[in-house]
Structure formats: C-alpha cells, structure tokens
C-alpha cells in the first residue's frame, strides 16, 4: 500500500525553525495537489499551504511570509520550512497528495499520520 509518513516535529520555542517531511513509499507519476494541514484540540483541521497543478501555491493568512512547501521528486519528499514559530503554531502536521502512483492506474487521495509541533518559551 502507499504510505506517507511525515517527520520533523518537536519542541522548540518562539522565533525557532523546523523543516517537515513527508516521504511517499511509491513514486509519483502524477501529482494533482500537494499540501500541509494543522489541527490543535478542540479546532477544525487547518490547511497551511498547498499547491494545485495549474494554479500554484496558497498559504494560510497565518503563515503566509513564514511557511514554504516544496517536493523533491528525485527523493520522494514534500517539505515545509516553518520559520519565526509561534505558541500559535502548535499543532499535529499531516501531509496530504493527491495524485497517481507508478503502478496505479488511478489517482487517489494520501494521507500522513501526522507529526506534532509544539512551540511554547
């Protein structure tokens, strides 16, 4: 089956960086949307950035100037560079790509478990 897994998280405190990975066990052959979402206890889960094929990318009004996505096809991996962290930031991070798999002869919807991030002085 297909799995991402996302890695990266942890605890640091206000005005730190972390940089997110989210790793794909197959090759995508075509990718339609790529994206990071958020969701702290008791709220809604949040989308943080994403790129639409044809469209390019969205930030959240939260993070836009301090977030970045990016993929590195060669290696499977879509990153989010996460600057200047606030308390406010705190949350579990999932990746999410809908696309098609080598092998596939669909695309479908993936979905990472999720890595917390937790900003606190």
């Known amino acids: 089956q297909v799995q991402l897994v996302e890695s990266g998280g942890g605890l640091v405190q206000p005005g730190a960086s972390l940089r997110l990975s989210c790793v794909a066990s197959?090759?995508?052959?075509?990718?339609?949307?790529m994206g990071w979402y958020r969701q702290s206890p008791g709220k809604q889960r949040e989308l943080v950035a994403i790129?639409?094929?044809?469209?390019?990318?969205t930030y959240a009004d939260s993070v836009r100037g301090r977030f970045t996505i990016s993929r590195d096809n060669a290696a499977n991996t879509m990153y989010l560079q996460m600057n200047d962290l606030k308390p406010e930031d705190t949350a579990i991070y999932s990746c999410?790509?809908?696309?098609?798999?080598?092998?596939?002869?669909?695309?479908?919807?993936?979905w990472g478990q999720g890595t917390q991030v937790t900003v606190s002085s």
């Open positions: 999410n790509i809908k696309g098609r798999i080598s092998g596939h002869t669909l695309a479908a919807d993936y």
């Open positions: 197959g090759v995508f052959v075509a990718i339609n949307q």
């Open positions: 790129t639409i094929a044809g469209s390019g990318t």
